[in-house]
């Protein structure tokens, strides 16, 4: 018989980036490390977005507590810094951010700028690899690394435009990732939600289609919501998943099935 203990996280440490509100899939993650019993590190955008986060790290009784902008030199490098003086190691870390310019987002993926194209890969995607490279000397006992996706990583996805050819790299460098890392033990995951009402996805031209093809055309029949997202996701921070790494997680409803 498996013993299953009643806090399976008890005991471990992660960092959580991308938590804009109480919307956030990063916030509904936070919840799920949470109540698996792991104390988390919190990080705010900038001085909009520390008013709607600080009382959320509070809530989840968050120790460490700072600003993270991955396009200001050296923001994430500090968080890495105070994780390492205040827990020595770390168990996870889950990277939830993206961003294009509205502009680039909202045209068409040929008309594109090379700033913006250049921007949105490093912010969503090269982040997450310095991200994971901060967090490797940190992981001495493994750990998981979590990214956030979506289905038009690998379809073509109308009015996603920039963002899918920027997630399929995400993807991709997960799995890379996962190559590299899994000798120590560090599992590597992109979690693909179902549309989900966000500050990040109401930048996308049209969500309110996505959001109603999502809940009538997928199998579950209804909506994705955060605590689904960070239920699944901290799952896979537990060591029930400890052999589990390099994939897509796909927490939708089914609607990546269809055709």
Known sequence: MIDVPAKPLSGKKGLVLGIANEHSLAYGCAMGFRALGAELAVTWLNDQAKPHVEPLAKALDAPIVMPCDVTVPGHLDAVFRAMEK??????????????????????????????GF??????SC????????????LMRDGGALFTMSYYGSERVVEHYNVMGPV??????????????LGPKGIRVHAISSGPVRTRAASGIDHFDELINDAATR??????????????????????????????TVYVDGGYHILG
Do not use: N, Q
């Not at 168990?91 to 939830?96: E, K, Q, S, V």
């Not at 997928?218 to 589990?244: C, N, Q, R, W």
């Open 126 to 137: 090269h982040s997450f690899i310095r991200m994971a490279r901060l967090a490797e000397p």
């Open 218 to 247: 997928a199998p579950a029949k209804h909506l994705v919501s955060i605590e689904d997202v960070g239920a699944a996701t901290a799952f896979l921070a537990t060591d029930y998943a400890k052999l589990i790494t390099g994939e």
């Open 86 to 115: 205040t827990w020595d190691t770390i168990d996870f870390a889950l990277h939830a951010i993206a961003f294009a310019p509205k502009d680039d987002l909202h045209g068409r993926l040929s008309d594109c700028s090379r700033d």
């Open 118 to 123: 250049l921007l949105a890969m490093d912010v």
């Open 167 to 180: 997630k399929a790299a995400l993807e991709s460098a997960v799995r890379y990732l996962a190559h590299e």
